[in-house]
């Protein structure tokens, strides 16, 4: 069963980064294009800045749970790697319960403001894009995060150093 779960939640990860890297790509043809016809045909796109920001915001959230999951961030464990095995199960608890705190307040406060949004209908200034669908992504991509961390310190880590423990 956690097997099935685990991978379940590495599929959704990865559906989402490749989506977010989608969005990177978008927003960069964006750009070139929009800069392009402002400087050769003094016709820039109206909709471009807002367009781009948005898909900024996309390759941001879609990508940060599997740059989490695949502990492709930057990590300090220079001090850490240098403990015992039981007080490292210790450290990843703690720092894990730290993420996972800010991750939930995160999510709590940008559902809110996602919630505000949606109810006011808020539209972009110039092309009038509808912006709450945009803000789903932040509490969305904080909870698999949350869930992301929940795997990889509670059945990953915790087995691991459970084993060294135990030798």
């Known amino acids: 069963m956690k097997s099935i779960l685990s991978r379940t939640l590495d599929g959704i990860v990865k ?10 790509i978008t927003m960069t043809l964006l750009i070139l294009i929009s800069t392009l016809s402002r400087y050769l045909a003094n016709q820039p796109l109206s909709f471009s800045d807002e367009l781009a920001g948005l898909l900024f915001l996309s390759m941001a959230f879609n990508t940060l749970p599997y740059v989490l999951n695949t502990s492709g961030h930057i990590s300090l464990n220079l001090l850490t790697n240098r403990l015992p095995a039981h007080l490292q199960v210790i ?3 703690i720092t894990a319960s730290i993420f996972m705190a800010f991750a939930v307040v995160f999510s709590y406060q ?5 919630e505000f949004s949606r109810a006011i209908q808020s539209r972009s200034d110039i092309s009038e894009i509808l912006l709450w669908p945009w803000m789903a992504l932040m509490p969305f991509s904080m909870a698999l995060c949350i869930l992301v961390e929940i795997k990889k310190v509670f059945f990953n880590q915790l087995a691991e150093n459970t084993e060294e423990i135990s030798l």
């Open 91 to 93: 450290f990843t608890i």
């Open 15 to 24: 559906a989402l980064f490749f989506i977010g890297v989608l969005s990177g």
């Open 110 to 114: 940008a559902w809110q403001f996602m």
